[in-house]
T-cell receptor, first 116, second 115 residues
């Protein structure tokens, strides 16, 4: 079974400060992990993914995420937040164990608000 | 622009109406999906099509009827909807089975309001 949790409904950060949006997961095998961003009244846009390899994954718009197997986490980070980063962020996970669903499961989303 | 186009962007319909949502992808992908996004709820997977065959149907009421005439087009036919069906309906596509070393690309969604 696969599940994902985004423990924060909302994250507030000042412009120029580093930001972190948290994601933890649970799988039986190995995880495939994804981050998506949704701007108001828009669809989801792919940011980055972890399949295998380096634990630090770099994605679009200066975002990166760190895969931590021992903590079963895949937190999204950015060194310096912009007001334009304000959006809804979704983490998704898929269990690579054969026989499971190949469709990733989404978290509930975290609203990021960057203050000027 | 993700290469996945949904029309219309906004739709208001009465409970006795029949309407259809359209999704078109120009990416050469083999799989397409319908999702429902309601306020304060997790994203709900509704239907999955792979190579034009429906492979998943997550207990969606029969008032929602999908159609996939070819690998580039996906429709969601709506009839006798309820006000609680008001939501953002998102279409997505992926090269192969999403999650197997590939990501999905989403359209901008259709904001549906049932009155």
């Amino acid at each position: 079974a696969q599940s994902v949790a985004q423990p924060e409904d909302q994250v507030n950060v000042a412009e120029g400060n580093p930001l972190t949006v948290k994601c933890t997961y649970s799988v039986s095998g190995n995880p495939y992990l994804f981050w998506y961003v949704q701007y108001p009244n828009r669809g989801l846009q792919f940011l980055l993914k972890y399949i295998t390899g380096d634990n630090l994954v770099k994605g679009s718009y200066g975002f990166e995420a760190e895969f931590n197997k021992s903590q079963t986490s895949f937190h999204l980070k950015k060194p310096s937040a912009l007001v334009s980063d304000s959006a809804l962020y979704f983490c998704a996970v898929r269990d690579d164990l054969s026989g499971g669903s190949y469709i990733p499961t989404f978290g509930r989303g975290t609203s990021l608000i960057v203050h000027p | 622009e993700t290469g996945v186009t949904q029309t219309p962007r906004h739709l208001v319909m009465g409970m006795t109406n029949k309407k259809s949502l359209k999704c078109e992808q120009h990416l050469g992908h083999n799989a397409m999906y319908w999702y429902k996004q309601s306020a304060k709820k997790p994203l709900e997977l509704m239907f999955v099509y792979s190579l034009e065959e429906r492979v998943e149907n997550n207990s969606v009421p029969s008032r929602f009827s999908p159609e996939c005439p070819n690998s580039s087009h996906l429709f969601l036919h709506l009839h006798t909807l309820q006000p609680e069906d008001s939501a953002l309906y998102l279409c997505a596509s992926s090269q192969d089975r999403w999650g197997e070393n590939t990501e999905a690309f989403f359209g901008q969604g259709t904001r549906l309001t049932v009155v």
